[in-house]
């Protein structure tokens, strides 16, 4: 096992996921030996708690540089077996998970509201629900850095084109070089965690409130 550190922070993901009311229908952990990474996919179906936003989909993102780091790090590690390789040896890397949010919002509930969907009028609405939340996003996190974007895929038909699919992304580093042992790290993940189920809620809310102003 080249990831006892990442594997522990998965199994206990899953154990804490699991006590809390949110519908985990996914729970994937990858593994990509030619770029020495491995990640966890958790998914989250919305679907009976919004009417606007389908799935939250989180992505943590691991490498072996940063185990050995960190097993260089904790106390109790020295059995670890990527200390023994130099490979992974690198003064310059500092241990913190990569995650990648998306929040996937439902169009079709959009369309559904609109008195004409001839011409480009589906494009034009899907673009000014994106900028209300937008606006939104920015009001109510102003004093969180909250990196976001668009990712949107087009399609046509005898009408005119619309977009069958509107998801919104961020990205975060959570940082875990500062802490002494696993449980430490355990809580602090999950605290972000959290936080990211929190701001869904929050996400939902804006969808809601902002889909009547795009149509």
Do not use: C
């Not at 996914?26 to 020495?36: A, H, L, P, S």
């Not at 799935?55 to 670890?80: C, T, Y």
């Not at 559904?112 to 937008?134: D, P, Q, V």
């Not at 699919?165 to 430490?184: E, G, P, R, T, V």
Request: negative net charge; charged residues 25%; hydrophobic residues 40%.
């Amino acid at each position: 096992m080249n990831y006892p550190i990442f594997s522990a922070i998965v199994n206990q993901m899953e154990t804490r996921l699991a006590r809390r009311s949110i519908n985990i229908d996914q729970f994937r952990v990858w593994n990509e030996d030619k770029i020495n990474a491995t990640g966890l996919e958790i998914g989250v179906d919305l679907t009976n708690r919004s009417n606007h936003v389908n799935r939250l989909v989180i992505n943590l993102d691991w490498d072996k540089f940063r185990e050995a780091s960190l097993a260089r790090q904790l106390p109790g590690m020295e059995k670890h077996p990527l200390l023994n390789d130099t490979t992974y040896y690198r003064e310059s890397v500092s241990p913190y998970v990569d995650v990648e949010a998306i929040w996937y919002l439902d169009e079709q509930a959009l369309y559904e509201k609109l008195k004409s969907t001839i011409g480009n009028r589906r494009m034009e609405a899907a673009s000014h629900w994106m900028e209300h939340i937008n606006a939104e996003l920015k009001r109510v996190f102003t004093e969180e850095n909250l990196i976001t974007r668009w990712h949107v895929e087009i399609e046509g038909d005898f009408n005119g084109r619309y977009v069958t699919d509107m998801s919104l992304i961020s990205y975060m580093q959570y940082h875990i070089n500062s802490f002494k042992s696993l449980n430490d790290i355990h809580a602090h993940l999950e605290k972000n965690i959290q936080l990211l189920l929190q701001r869904t809620n929050v996400i939902m809310k804006i969808a809601t409130r902002t889909l009547e102003k795009a149509a």
